[in-house]
């Protein structure tokens, strides 16, 4: 027994240790698993190479995991950060726009430019609330619409690759949806190994050695408008506000200023090696902050900060998922991906449409952002957030 007079902190229990860890450890598996395939697109769509990817997906995996340890701690509040997912869906719509990969490098750096000015200025935080739910989530859910038709056209070109991916992703959904996406990766692993076997094609050990590929940024006003503007504005719409209120459903008040200053800084440390946004958890930090992590919700940071030891440990190897990606047969990425963000798509539309004053804004912003229009070289989710804004200030005007 401690004697009474003994003020020594007390060593704490394993039993008190094991929910919070195991849940972090979920946590960090399902959130890199279920999408570093998404980031990957999105980066080599506005103009990275393979090892330019696989660097961004090292630094953002990086920073993000920093960013869940250092808020746990200074704060003892299981906040966890992610990569912003909504952001890559929308580089992978968006494309190379002028000025190449160094211009997105350039926008990156924008975005965590802005969002650390959220977090200086009260007021831009208040200008962002003010973007209507209806309009940002129906933005959102038109630049996920082009990709979640991947696995439908994959089907048609490449049954035989796609369909066992599908298969998996089908049955994780009926027995463990929250395991649906990393079990899709796991069938797309093993069509990618058949694939090599069959074709007979070796694979470059030296590309599984991780490595950052530093480009210096270039600021064009493609970049800026149609890469940096819709992204900090995704990002913060669709994650950051979003996972404040995740947050507070489950008792924990997220100090805002932090969260901002925390996230915008490690965006613009991982932007030079292609990292292109992190932001506060939604997904993660239910799963985090949640019972999952044990009854003693005083010691719950314990699975933020684990979570955040595994995504950095995932993300060392982000050259061998670049390179495992990059030699998937055609349509598997695309199948993935799109299997990944089916549940954001349905969670969007709900938002989206939630209110009936609200669809036909809400349905001019999807139909927009679905398009894949580029007008003057900025791409679609600006227009889709300027022309629903636009159709919902008439429809309420006066008589």
């Known amino acids: 027994m401690r004697d009474a007079t003994d003020d020594r902190p007390a060593v704490p229990q394993r039993g008190t240790l094991l929910q919070p860890v195991s849940a972090g450890i979920v946590s960090g598996l399902v959130g890199f698993t279920s999408a570093f395939v998404v980031v990957l697109a999105g980066l080599e769509a506005v103009g990275a190479t393979t090892a330019q990817a696989s660097s961004g997906l090292l630094a953002v995996s990086v920073t993000m995991g920093l960013a869940s340890i250092l808020l746990a701690l200074t704060t003892r509040l299981p906040i966890t950060s992610a990569w912003s997912t909504p952001g890559a869906a929308l580089l992978v719509t968006t494309g190379t726009v002028a000025g190449g990969w160094p211009a997105a490098v350039g926008a990156f750096l924008v975005t965590g430019l802005l969002i650390v000015l959220t977090g200086l200025l009260p007021q831009l935080g208040r200008l962002i609330a003010r973007i209507p739910t209806s309009i940002a989530q129906a933005m959102l859910a038109g630049i996920l619409f082009q990709l979640c038709l991947g696995p439908v056209v994959g089907l048609a070109d490449n049954p035989a690759a796609i369909a066992p991916i599908v298969v998996a992703w089908l049955l994780g959904v009926r027995f463990a949806p929250r395991f649906a996406a990393p079990l899709a990766f796991l069938a797309a692993t093993a069509v990618i190994t058949v694939d090599l076997a069959v074709s007979e094609r070796a694979v470059d050990a030296a590309s599984l050695v991780p490595r950052l590929e530093l480009t210096t940024p270039a600021f064009t006003v493609a970049g800026l408008v149609g890469i940096a503007l819709p992204l900090y504005l995704v990002t913060m719409a669709s994650q950051n506000v979003p996972g404040v209120a995740v947050m507070r459903g489950l008792g924990y008040a997220v100090p805002w200023r932090r969260a901002m200053l925390v ?26 902050a949640g019972p999952e992590a044990g009854p003693d919700r005083s010691r719950r940071w314990i699975a933020s900060v684990t979570c955040g030891v595994v995504v950095i440990g995932l993300g060392v190897a982000s050259s061998a998922f670049g390179t495992l990606v990059s030699l998937a047969p055609a349509g598997v990425l695309a199948a993935v991906a799109g299997l990944a963000l089916l549940g954001t798509l349905a969670a969007s539309l709900r938002a989206a449409l939630a209110e009936p004053s609200e669809h036909v804004p809400a ?37």
């Not at 932007?271 to 985090?288: D, K, M, Q, R, V």
């Not at 957030?385 to 006066?398: C, K, M, N, S, W």
């Open 363 to 399: 349905v001019v912003t999807f139909a927009t952002a679905a398009s894949g229009i580029a007008v003057a070289g900025v791409g679609a989710a600006f227009w889709a957030l300027v022309a629903g804004l636009v159709v919902r200030l008439v429809l309420r005007l006066g008589p």
């Open 263 to 288: 996230t915008g800084v490690g965006t613009l440390a991982g932007a030079p090696a292609g990292g292109h946004a992190i932001n506060l958890a939604a997904i993660s930090a239910a799963l985090a």
